[in-house]
């Protein structure tokens, strides 16, 4: 049985969201594995799932999944920031405007009760977002956009995003040509995880 975390670097590897969003330079191993959930429509991402876009219109719910082993400890002690960014804008063919920043939340922690837990736990939200969650929208014609969720590692204290910086701005207009491993740099955050679903404009 071929190891979880493996399993992503190879999905990513598939997808091409290695390179396109993460340089393959950057050496990227998983270290947390972790889910993305819409309660109101139960809804959960899958590695690489195709998802009806109008499932996913609410801001989602982080489900982190157990961990065993030497970094256990810190995973459960440690804040996290998440990222939502679609590479594919306005379409994997011409992807003119991506990244799209769809959301950043900072301050993501889990309860203490996370070791105890066999099928996850959902992650407490102790900060605002600092860019609002914004749903999938792509163009009619466009195909599949890639939906990636980064989980980054913030240093020890969590991060402060000034009000003057992009990541503040909400504006449609002020989200397109992102770049989230820039941003990670920009705040000395260590990438931990990857999730993705794939969605299109449709009959949905």
């Known amino acids: 049985m071929a190891d979880p975390l493996s399993k992503v670097t190879s999905a990513l590897q598939a997808e091409k969201i290695i390179p396109d969003v993460i340089p393959a330079t950057v050496h990227f ?3 947390v594995l972790f889910s993305v959930v819409w309660p109101s429509t139960g809804t959960e991402v899958v590695l690489g799932s195709k998802i009806a876009k109008n499932l ?3 801001e ?3 489900k982190i999944l157990p961990m065993q082993g030497s970094g256990a400890s810190e995973v459960e002690e440690a ?3 998440v990222v939502m960014t679609d590479p594919d804008a306005p379409s994997r063919a011409d992807p003119k405007y991506g990244e799209w920043r769809h959301w950043v939340l900072p301050g993501v922690k889990l309860p203490a009760a996370v070791a105890t ?3 996850g736990v959902f ?3 102790t900060k605002p977002a600092a860019t609002p969650y914004y749903p999938p929208a792509p163009p009619p014609g466009t195909g599949f956009h890639r939906y990636v ?3 980054f590692q913030e240093p020890i204290g969590g991060i402060n995003v000034p009000i003057e910086a ?3 701005k909400g504006d449609l207009n002020m989200r397109p040509k992102w770049n989230a491993m820039a941003f990670a740099e920009r705040y000395n955050l260590r990438l931990v995880g990857a999730n993705f679903f794939l969605t299109e404009e449709g009959k949905h």
Do not use: G, M
């Open 149 to 151: 969720f980064l989980l």
């Open 166 to 168: 992009v990541e503040r």
């Open 117 to 119: 837990e066999t099928e």
């Open 56 to 58: 996913v219109q609410d």
């Open 123 to 125: 992650a407490l939200k």
């Open 60 to 62: 989602p719910e982080i």
């Open 29 to 31: 191993s998983p270290r």
């Open 79 to 81: 804040s996290y920031v």
